[in-house]
């Protein structure tokens, strides 16, 4: 499987962007989807996550309420709607995926990795 992510940009706080995710390959459907993110000198964290056939969706708290992840299967694509953001969710943005299982908290639990956009929220 390989990534595209794409949508990131540069907005002033309190806008919206929607970060996109596109999978080459088969079976997207049954992959898990997760977005991180790595601010300068900071740990990825996660950000926020779909399980296979979108039944179940995950938030990092900080998060909560303001974004939304979404999947289009036929599309082969996974989506992160952004909105009110702030100034701290300024970072580089990475979707990835899992084959197989149910963990998704963790960078170790992914098997695949886009190539990160980076998102700019100024003050």
């Known amino acids: 499987v390989q990534l595209q992510a794409s949508g990131g940009g540069l907005v002033q706080a309190g806008g919206s962007l929607r970060l996109s995710c596109a999978a080459s390959g088969r079976s997207f459907s049954s992959y898990l989807m997760g977005w991180f993110r790595q601010a300068p000198g900071k740990e990825r964290e996660f950000v926020a996550a779909?399980?296979?056939?979108?039944?179940?969706?995950y938030y990092e708290d900080s998060v909560k309420g303001r974004f939304t992840i979404s999947r289009d299967n036929p599309r082969n694509t996974v989506y992160l709607q952004m909105n009110s953001l702030k100034p701290e969710d300024t970072a580089v943005y990475y979707c990835?995926?899992?084959?197989?299982?149910?963990?998704?908290?963790?960078?170790?639990?992914?098997?695949?990795w886009g190539q990160g956009t980076q998102v700019t929220v100024s003050s």
């Open positions: 779909d399980s296979w056939r979108g039944v179940t969706k």
């Open positions: 990835a995926a899992r084959r197989y299982g149910t963990s998704y908290l963790y960078g170790d639990d992914y098997n695949y």
